[in-house]
Nanobody
């Protein structure tokens, strides 16, 4: 059974940094795309970043480009999201997701598995 467990969220001041982790288990993820999404109160879940597990190709939402970095550690089966220069608009629940390789990986429906989410709050 696939399991994705996020950690690393918290409260941070604007301009600060956080690193989120997503520990993946239950199958071999080499043919998967891993994504990070976020959801603010009253808003739809939105794409943040994605990485292909095998070759490490990355893609970012314009709103986080240059501030966030997605990476993976194959040995630990873990995906990370390094978030710098955080803004209050970055506040939300951050979710890790896994989808089959070959998709663009920027929409919710392309992903098959989801974690439970971790809260990120950025104060002004």
């Amino acid at each position: 059974q696939v399991q994705l467990v996020e950690s690393g969220g918290g409260l941070v001041q604007a301009g600060g940094s956080l690193r989120l982790s997503c520990a993946a288990s239950g199958r071999t993820f080499s043919t998967y795309v891993m994504g990070w999404f976020r959801q603010a109160p009253g808003k739809d879940r939105e794409f943040v970043a994605r990485i292909s597990w095998n070759l490490g190709y990355t893609y970012y939402a314009d709103s986080v480009k240059g501030r966030f970095t997605i990476s993976r550690d194959n040995a630990k089966n873990t995906v990370y999201l390094e978030m710098n220069s955080l803004k209050p608009d970055d506040t939300g629940v951050y979710y890790c997701a896994a989808g089959r390789l070959g998709v663009a990986g920027t929409t919710v429906t392309e992903y098959n598995y989801w974690g439970q989410g971790t809260q990120v709050t950025v104060s002004s």
